[in-house]
């Protein structure tokens, strides 16, 4: 037997998702339908699909899982989305919205001005793999050793001198589940592009190459400004976009818009 489900498809930078709103379509039928909905040739299209549900501890749960099926802790893009989406369909009573989701409970600000959505993405961790994986040395060339930050999920940024000789299709691949990453990791790839921009390519984890990674973004912006001693807010230019960044050493901001590209319904097979 068949049933209908109402989707609706947005991006943030680029990074788009299947959002499916408060029905009866769980965790499972997600991670089960991901890749046939993901495929760009013979499904819908997307990154991944991101499920927003009520919350017992938030104003909305959001839940995410990448093209592979597999399910993802955090998404900064998603997150933007999800507030831009909740607001412009009247679910959202107001301009602050909590957010329920694997990471922990996030904060959104919808700028009624400009439309753009802020995210406090919670404070980063670092390590350096090296310090626990003693293998670190021969999983990943010396060339590509860079820095692993946690926003919730694991990233690896290495920063390049010309951002156009790297091919994360290539090297991402490779590093995303090297032996130093039990979990495996988001790749970051960056160059300095001066005034307080940053160009980026992302591999993601259990997606491949995307337009933009949000939590990537807020990755790259902190390993900068920790290690080079650059302002507190840098831009972060992606493949389908840009974001603002910013960190004083304590919680990350992460800001820019989202779009609504056009809602549709699908059958599933139960």
Sequence with gaps: MARTIEFTKMHGAGNDYIYVYGQDFHAADASRLASTWCDRHKGIGADGIVLINPSDKADFRMEMFNADGSQGMMCGNAARCIGSFVASHGYAKDFDISLETASGIKLLHIDNATGDISVN??????????????????????????????????????????????????????????????????????????????????????????????????????????????????????????????????????TGDATEVYNGTIDIEE
Excluded at 244 to 254: E, F, H, Y
């Design 121 to 254: 993405m919670g404070r980063p961790a670092f390590a350096d793999p090296s310090q626990f994986l003693p293998d670190m040395e021969d999983s990943i060339p010396q060339a590509l050793h860079g820095s692993f930050v946690s926003m919730g999920n694991p990233h690896y940024v290495i920063f390049v001198k010309d951002i156009e000789n790297v091919f994360p299709e290539v090297t991402g691949r490779l590093l995303e589940h090297a032996a130093c990453f039990p979990a495996a990791a988001n790749i970051e790839f960056a160059q300095f592009l001066g005034a307080g921009n940053i160009r980026m390519r992302v591999w993601e984890r259990g997606s491949g190459v995307t337009m933009a990674c949000g939590t990537g973004a807020c990755a790259t912006a902190v390993a900068a400004i920790s290690r080079f001693a650059l302002d507190r807010e840098q831009t972060i230019i992606m493949d389908g976009g840009s974001v603002r960044v910013s960190w004083d050493g304590g919680d990350v901001m992460l």
